[in-house]
């Protein structure tokens, strides 16, 4: 039984062919843990008047083809950076089991530079992390990216960048650090010696804070000319220099809903550009080109049973 509290339509679970591809019964069910965290994700947003919408592939298969790409496994959202602030400071106390708000902040040591909600009664590992048994929360995840300004002045944003993957790098070192990160795999002499360096380390690196200190200048860094009007906005914690993550503010001041699978999903109104810029064409498609094949996946069993 999944660990979900939506109701599903008949035969939603069921394996069916959409746009020439087959969707498992086994997707199906990750779908329907996608959707439930969607369905947590908005009550809490309208809640508290907070204002989210559709990123990249999801608005995409809102768009073309009224819910998930066909061979597509996740939902990704987007907001400003104000909004997300705000959604932070209530995450904690809307979230409870089985989901699970999950930032530097609340999840130390699981470096992402955006937020994810998941479903802790599932699996959703990415497959390069699998050996190493971190211990943070690794259900089926929702992405949720923070917005930033994107300064037109090139030599600028340089600047920025290399401030902020600089941030990035420490954060990412000093959590490899930290307590959280003593069982790493291996009994060779680097492994012995890492552990060592662990030992000596870790409770110093704790006690000071040093990586989420680390990780509020990365952040800080990201925001840093969000109090210009700019024309441009990114997922720059995400991904700082990827052109393709850049995004025209316009195509998003006003939000409109649209049909997603047996649900709504809020995206920018003004999507045809917004598509457009992105991917061109954006009516034309490949089957199967947007499958996650480096996620390890189920709807069925908790992260927790894979890592031990």
Same mark, same amino acid.
């Given at each position: ?14 394996e ?17 843990v ?12 309208? @809640?508290?008047?907070?204002? $989210? *919408?559709?990123?990249? &592939?999801?608005?995409?298969? !809102? #768009? ?7 061979w ?42 955006h ?21 943070f ?12 300004n994107?300064?037109?002045d090139?030599g ?19 959590? @490899?650090?930290?307590?959280? $990160? *003593?069982?790493?795999? &291996?009994?060779?002499p680097? !492994? #012995? ?37 700019t024309?441009?906005i ?18 998003y ?13 809020p ?7 917004a ?34």
């Amino acid at each position: 039984m999944l660990p979900i509290k939506i109701d599903l339509p008949d035969g939603f679970l069921e394996e069916e062919v959409r746009c020439g591809y087959t969707v498992s019964r086994e997707m199906k069910a990750v779908w329907a843990v996608e959707l439930d965290l969607l369905a947590e994700f908005d009550r809490v947003c309208k @809640k508290y008047g907070i204002t $989210y *919408f559709a990123s990249g &592939g999801t608005m995409l298969g !809102a #768009v073309r083809h009224k819910g998930f790409i066909p061979w597509d496994d996740d939902i990704d959202l987007m907001m400003f950076r104000s909004e997300y602030d705000k959604l932070c400071e209530v995450a904690t106390k809307e979230f409870e089991k089985p989901y699970f708000f999950q930032t530097e902040y609340t999840d130390h040591g699981s470096l992402r530079g955006h937020a994810q909600l998941r479903n802790s009664m599932t699996t959703g590992i990415l497959k390069s992390e699998l050996p190493w048994r971190y211990p943070f929360n690794q259900g089926i995840f929702m992405d949720i990216f923070p917005l930033d300004n994107v300064i037109p002045d090139q030599g600028l944003f340089e600047k920025q960048a290399k401030e902020a993957l600089r941030f990035r790098k420490r954060y990412q070192r000093l959590a @490899k650090l930290s307590v959280r $990160y *003593f069982d790493l795999p &291996g009994n060779g002499p680097k !492994a #012995v010696l890492k552990r060592f360096a662990h030992s000596l380390c870790a409770p110093w690196i704790e006690r000071k804070d040093l990586c989420r200190n680390a990780y509020r200048q990365f952040e800080a860094t990201c925001q840093r000319y969000n109090h210009q009007d700019t024309e441009m906005i990114s997922t720059l914690s995400f991904q700082f220099r990827n052109q393709q993550h850049f995004k025209y503010r316009s195509d998003y001041t006003e939000i409109i809903e649209v049909p997603f699978e047996f649900t709504m999903i809020p995206i920018g109104k003004e999507f045809d550009h917004a598509l457009k810029t992105r991917y061109g064409n954006y009516m034309k498609f490949e089957v199967g080109t947007s499958i996650h094949s480096g996620v390890v996946l189920d709807a069925e069993k908790p992260y927790t049973e894979y890592l031990s």
